[in-house]
């Protein structure tokens, strides 16, 4: 009840004139007008589509004109044991009909433009420092006493910047004398191996349903079209997702020892969180008995897939990857790692908020998607959507530079967590925006069940989230530190004796 979708008896028609059409249903038996009768008195509502559109039902109540999805099942009067059943519906249908191929110029936008004189073209284009003197204080000071004073002062400032300048470049200037540990196997590798391989994979369906979305070839109309087509997407780039995990894995240990071990992690770790995600949810459901939750035989349909198809294409990428040259460092990694200098701020502290400039690129996208999803909305803005996608990308990329060049600056060579959680932080944002929507935007909500359905559907698309933009922040400064290391000639006998004394 009210979790699929069926065909009605009603029959439209465009431009063609009926009098008469005859709805026939199968009749009922004594268990459905049972249960037709249960759900009156539980204000079930049925909500209808014509053409992709819901059916909008119009009420007047103290002259003011409502408007509301769908209608009620039936009518219980109160203290009455009779029901009443709504059968006769009236339908107004509106039909815009394109006449004519006119276009109207509304405006030129040419209105209210600032012109700059050719006096004040000087001034904008600079600014300029005057120090003055009041003529009393000039007066009495004499001329050249005026300019000992001027050149002293000038003196110092200019001392003063120098000191300055100087000491910006020794800040700017730190990340080359963490030479010998940038590139230092991090805590926990395998785990960020799989997570940049789910990363790539997940990042990889994203980047190829919108695009199909986008050009046409999946309409939303077509019930079921996306989630099968992400389905289908995702199972089929298993391979990139073997083959950037195990070629990341070989990279950081230098030999390709436990591929195995990463190719099947990568294959069973976001789907196996998704799974355990959707058993509880499926426990709750069951125990409340609702017909949303997923039959068993879904799940057997699902973890067929997965298993016969996403499996072996991961361990194909797997063994692609062993074959792969790995990524060459452009310095050698030193013995000793070098000790890390105590921080004036914690740099939790600038990852966590490193995500605020990604999800400020997303959140009024995001709130059309909810909408759309929880409120039974067609999404078709999907170019629009590529566009964000696109931005996304691009912001998670520079804050995950910016923060892994500002924590090398300060000689912590540990950037390799930091980076992948400065991008994926948005996902922290996110989910808190679900919690917020949900206080919020769904107030009809009933039960615990249905709250349960919502946050952990939304906690899945956070933890996909964090991933991919993780992964995306990640790979950049990757390459960033790659490049800033192989580009410049470090002296590394004069960086050993300023960091542990003479030679």
Same mark, same amino acid.
């Given at each position: 009840?009210?979790?699929?979708?069926?065909?009605?008896?009603?029959?439209?028609?465009?431009?063609?004139?009926?009098?008469?059409?005859?709805?026939?249903?199968?009749?009922?038996?004594?268990?459905?007008?049972?249960?037709?009768?249960?759900?009156?008195?539980?204000?079930?509502?049925?909500?209808?589509?014509?053409?992709?559109?819901?059916?909008?039902?119009?009420?007047?109540?103290?002259?003011?004109?409502?408007?509301?999805?769908?209608?009620?099942?039936?009518?219980?009067?109160?203290?009455?044991?009779?029901?009443?059943?709504?059968?006769?519906?009236?339908?107004?249908?509106?039909?815009?009909?394109?006449?004519?191929?006119?276009?109207?110029?509304?405006?030129?936008?040419?209105?209210?433009?600032?012109?700059?004189?050719?006096?004040?073209?000087?001034?904008?284009?600079?600014?300029?420092?005057?120090?003055?003197?009041?003529?009393?204080?000039?007066?009495?000071?004499?001329?050249?006493?005026?300019?000992?004073?001027?050149?002293?002062?000038?003196?110092?400032?200019?001392?003063?910047?120098?000191?300055?300048?100087?000491?910006?470049?020794?800040?700017?200037?730190?990340?080359?004398?963490?030479?010998?540990?940038?590139?230092?196997?991090?805590?926990?590798?395998?785990?960020?191996?799989?997570?940049?391989?789910?990363?790539?994979?997940?990042?990889?369906?994203?980047?190829?349903?919108?695009?199909?979305?986008?050009?046409?070839?999946?309409?939303?109309?077509?019930?079921?079209?996306?989630?099968?087509?992400?389905?289908?997407?995702?199972?089929?780039?298993?391979?990139?997702?073997?083959?950037?995990?195990?070629?990341?894995?070989?990279?950081?240990?230098?030999?390709?020892?436990?591929?195995?071990?990463?190719?099947?992690?990568?294959?069973?770790?976001?789907?196996?969180?998704?799974?355990?995600?959707?058993?509880?949810?499926?426990?709750?459901?069951?125990?409340?008995?609702?017909?949303?939750? &997923?039959? =068993?035989? /879904?799940? #057997?349909? *699902?973890? +067929?897939? %997965? !298993?016969?198809?996403?499996?072996?294409?991961?361990?194909?990428?797997?063994?692609?990857?062993?074959?792969?040259?790995?990524?060459?460092?452009?310095?050698?990694?030193?013995?000793?790692?070098?000790?890390?200098?105590?921080?004036?701020?914690?740099?939790?502290?600038?990852?966590?908020?490193?995500?605020?400039?990604?999800?400020?690129? &997303?959140? =009024?996208? /995001?709130? #059309?998607? *909810?909408? +759309?999803? %929880? !409120?039974?909305?067609?999404?078709?803005?999907?170019?629009?959507?590529?566009?964000?996608?696109?931005?996304?990308?691009?912001?998670?990329?520079?804050?995950?530079?910016?923060?892994?060049?500002?924590?090398?600056?300060?000689?912590?060579?540990?950037?390799?967590?930091?980076?992948?959680?400065?991008?994926?932080?948005?996902?922290?944002?996110?989910?808190?925006?679900?919690?917020?929507? *949900?206080?919020?935007?769904?107030?009809?909500?009933?039960?615990?069940?249905?709250?349960?359905?919502?946050?952990?559907?939304?906690?899945?698309?956070?933890?996909?989230?964090?991933?991919?933009?993780?992964?995306?922040?990640?790979?950049?400064?990757?390459?960033?530190?790659?490049?800033?290391?192989?580009?410049?000639?470090?002296?590394?006998?004069?960086?050993?004796?300023?960091?542990?004394?003479?030679?």
């Amino acid at each position: 009840m009210g979790d699929q979708i069926l065909n009605s008896p009603y029959r439209f028609r465009m431009n063609i004139n009926e009098s008469v059409f005859l709805c026939t249903t199968n009749p009922l038996s004594e268990h459905e007008v049972k249960l037709l009768k249960q759900r009156t008195r539980d204000l079930y509502q049925v909500n209808m589509i014509l053409d992709d559109l819901p059916a909008m039902r119009f009420t007047q109540e103290n002259g003011i004109k409502i408007q509301w999805t769908g209608f009620p099942v039936g009518y219980t009067p109160p203290n009455s044991d009779e029901d009443y059943i709504i059968n006769h519906l009236k339908f107004r249908v509106l039909v815009n009909e394109y006449e004519g191929a006119g276009v109207l110029i509304i405006g030129t936008g040419e209105e209210h433009m600032g012109v700059i004189p050719e006096a004040d073209k000087k001034k904008a284009s600079g600014y300029e420092m005057v120090l003055r003197l009041s003529p009393a204080v000039s007066n009495m000071i004499p001329k050249r006493r005026q300019n000992s004073i001027f050149r002293s002062d000038l003196t110092m400032y200019e001392e003063l910047d120098k000191k300055a300048q100087v000491q910006m470049n020794k800040q700017l200037s730190s990340w080359r004398l963490v030479v010998g540990d940038v590139f230092r196997e991090p805590n926990h590798s395998k785990l960020l191996c799989v997570m940049i391989g789910d990363g790539v994979q997940i990042t990889g369906t994203a980047v190829v349903t919108i695009v199909f979305a986008a050009f046409g070839f999946m309409s939303p109309a077509s019930r079921g079209m996306l989630l099968t087509g992400m389905i289908i997407f995702y199972l089929f780039l298993g391979t990139i997702a073997g083959y950037a995990g195990v070629r990341l894995w070989i990279t950081i240990k230098g030999t390709s020892d436990g591929w195995r071990s990463v190719t099947w992690s990568v294959a069973c770790f976001f789907p196996g969180i998704c799974f355990v995600i959707l058993t509880l949810q499926n426990f709750v459901l069951w125990d409340s008995k609702s017909t949303v939750a &997923i039959p =068993i035989s /879904l799940y #057997f349909v *699902l973890l +067929s897939l %997965w !298993f016969c198809i996403s499996v072996p294409l991961t361990l194909v990428g797997g063994f692609l990857g062993t074959q792969a040259e790995p990524i060459q460092y452009p310095r050698r990694t030193s013995k000793i790692p070098r000790e890390i200098p105590t921080c004036k701020y914690p740099s939790w502290l600038l990852v966590l908020g490193a995500g605020t400039l990604p999800f400020g690129t &997303i959140f =009024i996208e /995001l709130l #059309f998607i *909810l909408c +759309s999803i %929880w !409120f039974g909305r067609f999404y078709y803005v999907f170019g629009f959507l590529l566009v964000v996608f696109l931005l996304l990308v691009i912001i998670c990329a520079e804050v995950s530079v910016v923060l892994t060049y500002m924590h090398l600056c300060v000689e912590d060579w540990q950037w390799w967590w930091k980076a992948f959680y400065a991008s994926g932080s948005i996902a922290l944002y996110v989910f808190l925006y679900s919690i917020n929507y *949900l206080i919020f935007n769904l107030q009809g909500l009933n039960g615990c069940a249905s709250a349960i359905l919502y946050l952990g559907y939304s906690l899945i698309m956070a933890i996909a989230i964090m991933i991919s933009t993780g992964t995306i922040g990640f790979l950049t400064s990757l390459y960033f530190v790659q490049y800033l290391y192989s580009s410049v000639e470090i002296d590394s006998k004069c960086i050993f004796a300023k960091s542990h004394g003479p030679v």
